[in-house]
């Protein structure tokens, strides 16, 4: 645990600028997906064990707050998509590597133009299945 946290520390402390920035989104966005990947493998593999628990895992799905967690998944999924396309390109074009921050930033404003018309579509399904309607 000392070790998470000194590294956060550390991480906060460096000022690499866009590119610290680029590598903790992509770091934190990857365990993200990996952390969705694992629960959902899990339960959907309890429908061979137990019927009962595969359903109240659906039925769990179903909340505000886990489809607040899809709208985080969303998010996870697209910037690690578009910086994951931007690392490929410095990776078999390497003279792209001095339009590295340009790159970057492509990349966020990719990313807000995609996640915001979907985050919110996301959003506004679960204001109305709160609301009841």
Request: with cysteine.
């Amino acid at each position: 645990m000392n070790n998470l946290r000194l590294t956060l520390e550390q991480s906060i402390k460096y000022k690499g600028r866009t590119g610290q920035w680029a590598w903790i989104f992509h770091r934190v966005s990857g365990l993200g997906v990996a952390l969705f990947l694992t629960i959902h493998i899990l339960d959907t593999a309890s429908i061979y064990f137990s019927r009962p628990v595969y359903e109240w895992f659906v039925g769990l799905y179903k909340t505000p707050l886990f489809g607040m967690g899809e709208i985080g998944l969303l998010a996870c999924v697209i910037y690690h998509a578009l910086n994951g396309l931007r690392v490929i390109g410095v990776d078999f074009w390497p003279q792209l590597t001095v339009h590295q921050r340009r790159m970057s930033y492509a990349v966020y404003v990719l990313f807000f133009l995609v996640f915001i018309p979907s985050g919110g579509i996301m959003l506004w399904r679960i204001l109305q299945h709160m609301g009841g309607a």
